[in-house]
């Protein structure tokens, strides 16, 4: 299986994050709030929405990195294509890979086991 983040793997447009927004199902826990919408795909999108409220611009970067790595590294928990926006939570206080990525995989498993339906 594919490792890498390509573009295809991204939500990249205003219209895209609008229709996921819209019309997908909320998920989430203390500190991340996810979005995703089944796409029809094979390919799963992955979109990251970091306000201000969320910090200064290093730790809103340190944050979409680490989420991005934690997405490439679990990507293959989702067996359908799903658009996946996620919105960090202004509690999330650990911004390390492992306490990020634990969260996230319970979210993706839970996106997974919803859109199989």
């Known amino acids: 299986m594919d490792q890498g983040f390509s573009k295809k793997e991204r939500l990249r447009k205003r219209k895209e994050f609008q229709q996921v927004f819209d019309k997908g199902k909320r998920y989430g826990n203390d500190q991340l709030k996810i979005y995703a919408l089944s796409n029809g795909n094979t390919v799963s999108r992955l979109g990251l929405v970091v306000g201000r409220k969320f910090g200064n611009s290093p730790r809103r970067n340190r944050f979409k990195r680490i989420l991005r790595e934690a997405y490439r590294l679990n990507k293959s928990l989702l067996n359908n294509g799903a658009d996946i926006v ?5 509690g999330l206080t650990e911004l390390t890979l492992n306490a990020i990525e634990e969260k996230f995989k319970i979210i993706l498993i839970q996106i997974n086991d919803e859109l199989k339906k």
């Open 86 to 90: 996620v919105i960090p939570r202004p």
